[in-house]
């Protein structure tokens, strides 16, 4: 199951890493693909293997320092 999500503060490969890396601890994740825009909106596709809710990847965007602002179709 996919689950995207755009993403705002993001400027740089350490916010990538950082966001990958809150993200991919989440259970049954199974791999992060993130588009960054610097000083833009970037989004943050999720893989997993159950489906992963936009407030569980919202909870750990924010634990990375940043915010999810909303939910791509």
Known sequence: MNTT???SGMTCGHCVMSVKE???ALP???GV????VAGGLSTAT???ERD???PEISEAVAEAGYTVI???A
């Open 70 to 72: 909303a939910e791509n």
């Open 52 to 54: 992963i809710t936009v």
């Open 5 to 7: 999500v755009t993403i």
């Open 46 to 48: 999720v893989t997993a």
């Open 28 to 30: 049954g994740v199974t």
């Open 22 to 24: 809150e993200i991919s």
């Open 33 to 36: 693909d993130v588009d960054l």
